[in-house]
């Protein structure tokens, strides 16, 4: 199995505040979900949260045509179309047991599951945004140039829809 990292993070790894994304770029947002449909998503309960209200009225809203892997502390958690774990070593069971050699599967957050996964992880998808986000509360790892070397980036202007410049890059575990 591939285990994968995907996250866009702005000039000082700015990930979010609040419990919600510190930018509305369309163009990172088609780019998430034309990387990561048809594999599964593995994230922390705050992201589930951040994603909306789902179809109960509760807070927390699945992604479509993925399976959704939700890691939280609270064994009582349940949610309709989604797996949940308990601890990283019941979210590699369920991996091991599911996934074949060739499939991948992403890490979409928040902030403590990147920081839990990142050594893990065989490849980053990383959006970088280049902006600057001072009031910001959560933040992706350092990602050590030792570790990790650049595969590819794809750099976008901005524009009228999405106003700061990013590049899509990807990163393999040297
Ligand atoms: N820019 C991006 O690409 C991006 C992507 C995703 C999210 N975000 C942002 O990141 C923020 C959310 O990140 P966050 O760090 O606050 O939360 P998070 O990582 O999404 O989730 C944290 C939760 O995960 C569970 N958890 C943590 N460690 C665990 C462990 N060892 N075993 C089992 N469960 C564990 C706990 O859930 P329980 O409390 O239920 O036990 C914990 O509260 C939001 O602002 C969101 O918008 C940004």
């Not at 502390?73 to 309709?80: G, Q, R, Y």
């Not at 990383?126 to 030792?146: G, L």
Request: with cysteine; charged share 30%.
């Amino acid at each position: 199995m591939i285990l994968s990292i995907i996250a866009a993070i702005a000039n000082n790894n700015e990930i979010g505040m609040k419990n919600e994304l510190l930018w509305d770029l369309p163009i990172d947002m088609k780019h998430f979900r034309e990387t990561t449909t048809s594999h599964p998503v593995i994230m922390g309960q705050k992201t589930f949260e951040s994603l909306g209200v789902g179809p109960d009225g509760t807070q927390g809203k699945t992604l479509p045509n993925r399976r959704n892997i939700i890691i939280t502390l609270n064994k009582d958690f349940k949610k309709e179309d989604t797996e949940v774990v308990n601890s990283l070593d019941e979210l590699d069971r369920l991996l091991e047991s599911t996934m074949g050699d060739n499939e991948e599967a992403f890490i979409i957050g928040g902030g403590q599951i990147y920081k839990l996964l990142i050594s893990k992880a065989d490849k980053l998808y990383i959006t970088h945004v280049n902006a600057d986000f001072p009031d910001a509360d959560t933040f992706f790892p350092t990602i050590d140039s030792d570790e990790w070397e650049k595969m590819s980036e794809d750099k976008h202007e901005k524009d009228d829809k999405n106003i700061y410049d990013c590049n899509f890059v990807v990163y393999e575990r040297r």
